[in-house]
């Protein structure tokens, strides 16, 4: 029976969520082409992870070893060429992160298997195998069928999918595969993982974001909006022309071109709702915006819309909130 695998992605002991964006379309997409599902994991002391990952796949194939404790290209480019030499799978799914980036061109090129990268979206149309990839900036999506091949491999944009588990956890097998590596991997070393510096703004992190945009006017009234993020919890973030104006530093940025956020809730003051920012922070929880142009794209991803002047609904909303808690304090 065909097969479809899935990389999982861990760091410092986490399933990163990119993971079970990937099994959740990878399994609607095996469903639809008679495929079983299978998940790939490589590392060193991973047995728990494994049994997460048999909830959302028929299989999950671990391979553990010591040179594969943190991620080497090297080491799991010859463990993968391995597995996927032996399973022939018909499809290998990778996130595009800073793993797979590096990873997956040379995975491919090695086995001479086609290769899209970045994709938002893939699936098996009858004989074609079809992926959406954005161009232009963004600007414009592009569907385009692979080349007629018996195995494809994809690099799947984060927050492309949303995460979900199957209704009924589907108990995969657990095989425990010896790791083709033979020697010391040489060419490469890890040495440390660098964290943000102390201080430091992680918005992929927060739970609630404000986000700015064009209609804040001026840096001058980038506080008051901060104001109303910290009286909600949550940080402030920002779109594109916030951070080429100097008015915020780009680890502030959502968008395709900054940083994909699912925080609980994002409220989008002044953004007008481009496609490049949507992108960055659609699969958000709860979503509310607020723009005087009643025709602004971001109202179309929104669950709710304000359709007013910012300026007279931020500090109405923050003395709420601040009467609020003032309320709730003995």
């Not at 899209?116 to 004989?127: N, P, V």
């Not at 992929?204 to 109303?228: C, F, H, Y």
């Not at 395709?256 to 409220?267: A, E, F, M, N």
Request: glycine share 6%; proline share 5%; with cysteine.
């Amino acid at each position: 029976m065909a097969e479809i695998f899935v990389l999982a992605e861990h760091r410092q002991g986490q399933l990163r969520d990119i993971t079970f964006e990937m099994l959740t379309k990878a399994r609607e997409t095996a469903e639809k082409a008679n495929a079983d599902l299978t998940a790939v994991l490589l590392g060193k002391n991973i047995k728990e992870h494994a049994k997460i990952l048999s909830e959302y796949s028929k299989k999950v194939l671990l391979v553990e070893d010591d040179k594969l404790e943190n991620f080497n290209s090297d080491a799991y480019q010859k463990v993968l060429t391995y597995l996927i030499k032996e399973h022939k799978p018909t499809l290998t799914i990778i996130g595009h992160t800073s793993y797979g980036v590096e990873l997956a061109p040379r995975l491919a090129a090695a086995l001479n298997i086609p290769l899209a990268t970045d994709c938002l979206d893939f699936g098996f149309e009858g004989e074609r195998f079809t992926v959406t990839r954005q161009m232009y900036g963004g600007k414009v999506n592009v569907k385009a069928a692979l080349r007629k091949a018996e195995s494809y491999m994809v690099t799947v944009r984060q927050a492309a999918f949303q995460a979900q588990k199957p209704l009924v956890p589907l108990n995969g097998q657990v095989e425990e595969i010896k790791a083709p590596l033979t020697e010391e991997i040489t060419s490469k070393r890890f040495l440390e993982y660098v964290l943000p510096p102390p201080g430091g703004v992680d918005i992929t992190a927060a739970s609630v974001l404000v986000g700015i945009g064009r209609g804040v006017k001026d840096q001058s009234n980038i506080p008051l909006m901060e104001e109303l993020a910290k009286s909600l919890g949550g940080v402030l973030a920002c779109s594109r022309p916030i951070v080429d104006k100097g008015w915020l530093p780009s680890d502030r940025q959502v968008g395709t071109s900054g940083k994909t956020v699912k925080p609980k809730l994002y409220i989008a003051l002044g953004i007008s709702g481009a496609f490049q920012h949507v992108l960055g922070m659609k699969n958000s929880d709860l979503i509310i915006a607020v723009n005087k142009d009643p025709k602004a794209p971001i109202f179309s991803f929104s669950d709710y819309g304000v359709v007013e002047d910012l300026f007279k609904i931020v500090p109405a909303l923050k003395n709420k909130i601040n009467e609020s808690k003032a309320q709730k304090t003995p």
